[in-house]
């Protein structure tokens, strides 16, 4: 080994022995003392809100100052997706307890909440009370009216002023049903949809329909075909008892809203007054319908007249609580049956699409022409009660009422 590679390990060995030297001569070795300052918050935790009722409120301003009541906050809420779980955020069992807050911090003016008089009125008004329920009556005595002018002038006037009389009397009742309509329980906000043009076509196949049907069956149309007056006269008539049926469910429904303290309770406890308001307005449209039969003679009123009584009762109770799109289609769902039976026929006559026909052949041959209409009502009807068994049982529904 040369002199520079043995002068290299020497050193090593000596620096080596020295540090063994020094690491028994050293004294105790110190021991750590721990850091006891406080853990850093999280950025997430250093920025949640110490108050989040107050963002709630900020981005509900508008609603919460324009309540007349916390029940009318809680509907608005649920409107707008916030639940009894979603109000435990906002350190809150229910939603209710949650509008009541809000309500309480928005200040109010001496003269009270600001908005229009005519959405301001209640039950309790007695002007409102005298008003609506006179309406409700114009336009069956406008019908009656017509009635009896036509029973009148029979044999006294030609087919051409007897036409002239029945078209005044329907344009009087049309305009006396928009009156009743544009007042009490059954008046409905503003863009409620296209349910007009479609209840003008019901009721004109009330009167004419069965018979068109008949007469496409049976080879034509041909000529001129009689209507049934009837069934028109009867559903004049059930506006009184429509209105007042619609008048108790917003009634009971806004009590309910009141006495629950979660939505689940007060779905759970408008239902059954929904159903009951229902059963209510069949049972006074049954009499109504016997009695406008006697007076055309008492040939009897087809069922079709009765569902469709039901469809109007539902379409118009969903639109006054502001659900005009499920009544638009439920209405035009029964317009696009009853248009549908004879055409399907009309197509029918046409070389290999007989088969076109034949469902409304078998419908017929069943129960007559008025099994079109009242399986076209009857289901739309049915479909309508079943969404406002949902619809109308959400606190949402009401707060206009």
């Excluded at 009318?72 to 009894?84: F, P, R, V």
């Excluded at 159903?275 to 003679?297: E, H, K």
Aim: proline residues 9%; aromatic residues 4%; contains cysteine.
């Amino acid at each position: 080994m040369d002199a520079p590679a043995e002068r290299a390990v020497a050193t090593g060995a000596g620096a080596t022995g020295a540090g063994a030297t020094g690491v028994a001569k050293a004294g105790p070795v110190p021991v750590p003392v721990p850091d006891l300052a406080p853990a850093p918050v999280p950025t997430a935790a250093r920025r949640a809100p110490a108050d989040p009722v107050r963002a709630l409120l900020r981005h509900h301003r508008e609603l919460c100052a324009r309540a007349v009541d916390p029940l009318e906050i809680a509907a608005g809420l649920e409107a707008h997706g916030i639940t009894d779980r979603a109000a435990a955020r906002y350190r809150h069992r229910d939603v209710f307890s949650l509008a009541e807050e809000l309500y309480a911090r928005v200040p109010r003016p001496a003269t009270g909440p600001v908005g229009p008089p005519s959405d301001r009125r209640t039950a309790d008004d007695p002007d409102h009370r005298a008003a609506w329920p006179l309406h409700a009556l114009l336009p069956g005595a406008a019908c009656l009216a017509t009635v009896g002018a036509l029973r009148v002038t029979e044999g006294a006037l030609g087919t051409g002023a007897r036409n002239a009389l029945t078209a005044a009397g329907a344009l009087l009742v049309f305009f006396a049903l928009r009156s009743a309509l544009a007042t009490g329980p059954l008046r409905a906000p503003a863009g409620s949809g296209r349910t007009a043009l479609y209840t003008c076509w019901l009721l004109g196949y009330a009167v004419y329909g069965e018979e068109l049907l008949d007469q496409v069956l049976s080879g034509g149309p041909d000529g001129h075909w009689p209507g049934t007056p009837a069934p028109l006269l009867g559903l004049s008539l059930a506006v009184v008892p429509a209105a007042w049926c619609a008048h108790l469910f917003a009634v009971h429904a806004r009590r309910k809203l009141g006495g629950s303290r979660a939505l689940e309770e007060f779905g759970a406890g408008v239902r059954p007054v929904l159903l009951t308001s229902v059963a209510l307005f069949l049972a006074a449209l049954l009499p109504l319908m016997l009695l406008a039969d006697l007076g055309y003679g008492g040939h009897g009123v087809p069922l079709s007249a009765y569902a469709l009584g039901l469809l109007l009762f539902l379409a118009r109770l969903e639109t006054a609580h502001g659900l005009p799109a499920p009544a638009v289609t439920a209405l035009a769902a029964a317009c696009a049956v009853e248009a549908a039976a004879p055409l399907l026929v009309l197509g029918g006559r046409l070389p290999g699409l007989d088969l076109l026909a034949r469902p409304v052949d078998v419908l017929v041959a069943e129960g007559g022409t008025g099994a079109v209409p009242a399986l076209a009502c009857g289901a739309a009807a049915l479909g309508l009660l079943g969404h406002a068994a949902v619809a109308l049982s959400r606190a949402s529904a009401h707060h206009r009422h």
